[in-house]
């Protein structure tokens, strides 16, 4: 089974500084990963997904992250935090498709890291 | 265009008693799935549906927990003889067809349901 872990359950940073929210996962075949935000009392928006190809992978709203294969990790990186930045981070990661499922897989998600911004 | 809408936005019910909540996809997005955030959490699997196919149920917890999608459109969760455990926030998603990636899935706001 695969599982995601996120070390940090809370980060806090002062705006205008750089940040890093750490990802790992465990899985002993290819694997699709994604980040995803939560804003309070909203669903899960997609940030950005590594699927193949370049390791580093750019999102929505000046996130990148890195997808590091001997370190089975998936850091997610932003250079200069803003207020509006605050919020939960789940990383995810899913299977690669299967024929049966018609191409789309469940995603098994971290327990997440609060992000909160110091003015 | 419009998203993922879900219904209702709260729930409060007592124990023992049934509730359905309700999924409407993205129009076009035949995929569809149904996931459970309990409090501090991250969302964890429960079913998944492609058009009215319910291909893969392994995250349902118990019996109690059903889930429908009878047109292929609007899906139900239902769960049956409620218990304070079963208070969290329940998400859908829908996404197109993968093919041969794995299509974004796009989530709802959540039903937030309260077990007293």
């Known amino acids: 089974a695969q599982s995601v872990t996120q070390l940090d359950s809370q980060v806090p940073v002062f705006e205008e500084a750089p940040v890093e929210l750490r990802c790992n996962y465990s899985?002993?075949?290819?694997?699709?990963l994604f980040w995803y935000v939560q804003y309070p009392n909203q669903g899960l928006q997609l940030l950005l997904k590594?699927?193949?190809?370049?390791?580093l992978v750019k999102g929505i709203n000046g996130f990148e992250a890195e997808f590091n294969k001997s370190q089975t990790s998936f850091h997610l990186r932003k250079p200069s935090v803003h207020i509006s930045d605050t919020a939960e981070y789940f990383c995810?990661?899913?299977?690669?498709?299967?024929?049966?499922?018609?191409?789309?897989?469940?995603?098994?998600f971290g327990t997440g890291t609060r992000l909160t911004i110091i003015p | 265009g419009a998203g993922v809408s879900q219904s209702p936005r709260y729930k409060v019910a007592k124990r023992g008693q049934d509730v359905a909540l309700r999924c409407d996809p993205i129009?076009?997005?035949?995929?569809l799935f149904w996931y459970q955030q309990a409090l501090g959490q991250g969302p964890e699997f429960l079913t998944y549906?492609?058009?009215?196919?319910?291909?893969?149920k392994s995250g349902l917890p118990s019996d109690r927990f059903f889930a429908e999608r009878p047109e292929g459109s609007v899906s139900t969760l239902k769960i049956q003889r409620t218990q304070q455990e079963d208070s969290a926030v329940y998400l859908c998603?829908?996404?197109?067809?993968?093919?041969?990636?794995?299509?974004?899935?796009?989530f709802g706001d959540g039903t937030r349901l309260s077990i007293l």
């Open positions: 549906f492609q058009n009215e196919a319910q291909l893969d």
């Open positions: 998603a829908s996404s197109l067809p993968g093919g041969y990636i794995n299509q974004p899935q796009h």
């Open positions: 995810a990661v899913s299977d690669p498709v299967k024929k049966s499922n018609f191409g789309n897989e469940k995603l098994t």
């Open positions: 899985s002993s075949v290819s694997v699709y």
């Open positions: 590594y699927l193949s190809g370049s390791t």
């Open positions: 129009s076009g997005h035949v995929s």
